[in-house]
């Protein structure tokens, strides 16, 4: 009996202790909800340059509260250093927050910066752009920047300088102004995930010069700077035959172009009457002054006789291509005996290049917010650092995830009662879903900035989904082409490419605030003015 209530009793000590290390093994190692105010917990920079007012605010809608950014076209920093820097070496590492664009985002940052170890001297109050950082991560959208950063300070052991590296091909940033929540994990074996709503967006390796730019590690071998190019090194592939002889026959005299001779004149031309003639029923301006305004004319029309005749004016036979026209000549190209190649200099080894099997990552000493946005109504919230994937999920389950379902139906409400049915603004979402997922796949990289470009008009325009299909369609043609062709298209194809792209440039500048479009449309207006008003001399000068 004693036996069974010791084992018992242990066996309770066991069950105690595995719940206690799991409690403590799930406290993050940073968190800050905003429940209570910042001040006194978080620095605001007193630098000149940063003059925006944060404020504790609650998101649109709930009782929830978050950081705020509340004016427009400023500069922010604000800065918390946390209670121990936090090692980025060991284990897995998930940064995480929530930002709200409560009144969207045309240009502006919406990232965090996760500060090393400052300099000595250094104090919150100073914190601006060049405070140093570990990593910077976040929504960053202005102009054709539109992409999650995920950028690294990496320290070079060779020449102890740290060098900036930012991820390739990051997601674009959702365009609603509702809650998201980014992750960024960071794996033990070198992995890197990117999840936006806890939907993974990206994955990459920090040892892989495919992901990140530069590279972390250099180049083994460099172009050596001192090499120069020998002065008899021949880079002619081709050269002219020095045999070649012009033939005797070779008219580099004869037009292009020459007369029609079998043209005959058509019947009916008339010769005597003019293209254009005055408009007969234009008058003379009542407020014309032929001292200041010159003599008066009347505005020119169409002849109407010439609409029924083949032509007016003099006639003049037509042109046609000369069949003896053979252009300059030029000695056939022939294979150069001395050609070497292209020259290249030679390489070296990179006395900056390193080896490592991991990234070695200064650790975080603090957190900041250091933006300059153009929007205000930007909402931080739930900021989070943990080495525990669980505890993330945990948070986004808990503490995101119910504010954006009652955020999704408002939104939903708001467009039925604008007239938008439910079927229709789903498609569209997953139309500009599919969209984005093109924009980031790498193949498309060169023409990134156009698609989403495009896209973004469309959001504004749901009506213009089918003009932003025809955009992207007319975009991905003409890169096969590119690769097919070397950049030529066949004629037919092109005139219809020319078409299809007319149409989406048509449904692009019907965009509010597209200067492209208003540009082009006062141009049409001034040229209709220029036609009907009458002409005017030039004023004398007094």
């Not at 504790?56 to 800065?79: M, N, P, Q, T």
């Not at 592939?237 to 037009?255: G, H, L, Q, R, T």
């Not at 409400?413 to 879903?433: H, I, N, R």
Request: charged share 35%; glycine share 6%.
């Amino acid at each position: 009996m004693m036996g069974r209530r010791q084992l018992a009793s242990q066996l309770l000590l066991v069950l105690i202790s595995s719940l206690t290390l799991q409690i403590w093994a799930s406290d993050p190692l940073f968190y800050e909800s905003f429940d209570e105010a910042f001040d006194g917990r978080w620095t605001v920079s007193e630098k000149d340059d940063y003059q925006g007012v944060w404020k504790h605010s609650k998101s649109d809608g709930h009782e929830d509260f978050g950081l705020l950014v509340s004016e427009k076209a400023k500069k922010y920093a604000i800065v918390k250093e946390v209670d121990e820097p936090i090692s980025l070496k060991d284990g897995t590492i998930v940064l995480q927050f929530e930002v709200r664009l409560q009144n969207g985002l045309e240009c502006g940052g919406a990232y965090l910066k996760y500060l090393r170890l400052q300099e000595a001297g250094w104090t919150p109050k100073g914190f601006d752009n060049e405070s140093p950082y570990s990593i910077m991560f976040g929504p960053d959208k202005c102009g054709s920047t539109n992409k999650v950063h995920f950028i690294f300070q990496h320290k070079n052991p060779k020449t102890g300088k740290f060098v900036e590296h930012h991820l390739k091909f990051p997601p674009s940033v959702p365009s609603d102004k509702l809650s998201h929540v980014y992750t960024a994990i960071l794996k033990p074996d070198n992995e890197l995930k990117m999840l936006i709503d806890g939907e993974e967006k990206k994955k990459a390796n920090f040892l892989s010069a495919d992901d990140f730019e530069p590279a972390l590690i250099p180049l083994k071998t460099i172009p050596d700077p001192d090499d120069k190019k020998p002065e008899d090194w021949d880079e002619r592939a081709k050269i002219p035959d020095s045999d070649a002889v012009k033939p005797d026959d070779w008219d580099e005299d004869a037009p292009m172009e020459i007369e029609d001779e079998e043209a005959v004149k058509p019947e009916g031309w008339l010769d005597d009457e003019p293209e254009e003639i005055d408009d007969p029923d234009a008058t003379k301006p009542e407020d014309w002054d032929d001292e200041e305004d010159g003599e008066w004319e009347a505005p020119k029309i169409d002849n109407p006789k010439c609409e029924a005749a083949p032509g007016c004016g003099e006639w003049k036979r037509p042109m046609k291509r000369n069949p003896a026209y053979k252009g300059k000549w030029h000695a056939p190209l022939i294979d150069n005996p001395n050609y070497k190649g292209i020259w290249k200099p030679q390489e070296i080894p990179n006395p900056d290049y390193f080896e490592l099997d991991k990234p070695d990552f200064e650790p975080i000493a603090a957190i900041g917010i250091e933006i300059w946005t153009m929007q205000d109504g930007i909402l931080f919230d739930n900021i989070l650092i943990s080495d525990d994937e669980k505890v993330a999920e945990s948070y986004r389950d808990n503490a995101w995830k119910p504010k954006y379902e009652v955020e999704k139906e408002k939104q939903k409400a708001e467009d039925e009662a604008a007239g938008l049915s439910d079927g229709l603004s789903g498609f569209q979402k997953k139309v500009f879903d599919v969209l984005y997922k093109l924009a980031d796949i790498p193949f498309l990289a060169a023409y990134k900035i156009k698609i989403i470009d495009v896209i973004e008009k469309g959001e504004k325009q749901p009506n213009l989904t089918i003009g932003v299909l025809v955009s992207v369609v007319v975009v991905l043609l003409t890169l096969i082409f590119r690769i097919l062709f070397g950049g030529r298209k066949p004629a037919a194809l092109a005139k219809t490419t020319t078409t299809e792209s007319k149409t989406a440039t048509t449904a692009e500048t019907d965009v509010p605030g597209t200067s492209a479009g208003k540009e082009e449309d006062e141009k049409e207006e001034d040229e209709k003015d220029d036609a009907s008003a009458p002409r005017r001399r030039s004023r004398r000068e007094t």
